[in-house]
């Protein structure tokens, strides 16, 4: 008899679920709300199921309603669904509040993260470089940018295509899941969905 295969990590289990109830779970673009009280029906459904366990399930469910993706999607209207994608009822003004909370709380703590990896980068260089090799190495990666990747035209752009955003002057793979006049909604590898101006996004030289 062999050996049933362990899941190691929420990443793990999310997309393992994602391939067993594709009509609830999604990896790409915005989330649907999940029916309250879906982790029981998930714990019926996967009795048998030895790869994962209770509280595994439980701690990957967590992380998944917390993803900037499932709290973009708890909006006005949206609708909660069970583990095949049936309606479940509208999702409560109340629980819109708490996602879009929940939302804002989570962007100023990335925003503290940022500016808190900002600065300690500029120490670094102060302490540990001289103005000439700090220089050096800006202009570097000024033209790395300038060989690798040219801007983006907000006009060519289209939803689901790859682009590249800067982020703390890091380029990220990003997908564009919405665009508007002023600004560009893109999902980063990591699951993490921002909104940037266009000319912090940036094509492919594909030359």
């Known amino acids: 008899m062999s050996e049933v295969k362990k899941l ?13 109830f594709p009509l609830c779970f999604i990896l790409e673009g915005e989330a649907k709300p999940l029916k309250i009280g879906l982790f029981k029906d998930l714990v019926e459904v996967l009795s048998d199921d030895e790869s994962i366990s209770n509280t595994q399930l439980r701690q990957a469910l967590r992380q998944y309603t917390s993803n900037w993706r499932y709290l973009y999607g708890c909006r006005e209207g949206a609708e909660r669904v069970d583990l095949y994608g049936n309606s479940c009822g509208i999702l409560e003004k109340e629980h819109v509040e708490h996602a879009l909370q929940k939302l804002n709380e989570a962007k100023a703590k ?86 940037v101006t266009a000319d912090r996004l940036f094509k492919i030289n594909k030359n």
């Open 8 to 20: 190691k990590n929420n990443k793990e289990i999310i997309e393992y679920l994602a391939g067993k």
């Open 110 to 195: 990335f925003a503290e993260k940022k500016a808190t990896g900002k600065f300690s980068k500029k120490k670094t260089n102060k302490n540990n470089l001289d103005s000439n090799d700090v220089a050096k190495k800006t202009n570097l990666r000024k033209n790395i940018v300038k060989t690798q990747f040219k801007p983006i035209n907000i006009d060519e752009l289209k939803v689901q295509s790859k682009v590249k955003v800067k982020i703390a002057n890091k380029l990220n793979i990003a997908t564009v899941l919405d665009i508007s006049k002023d600004n560009v909604r893109v999902e980063l590898d990591n699951g993490l969905v921002i909104s």
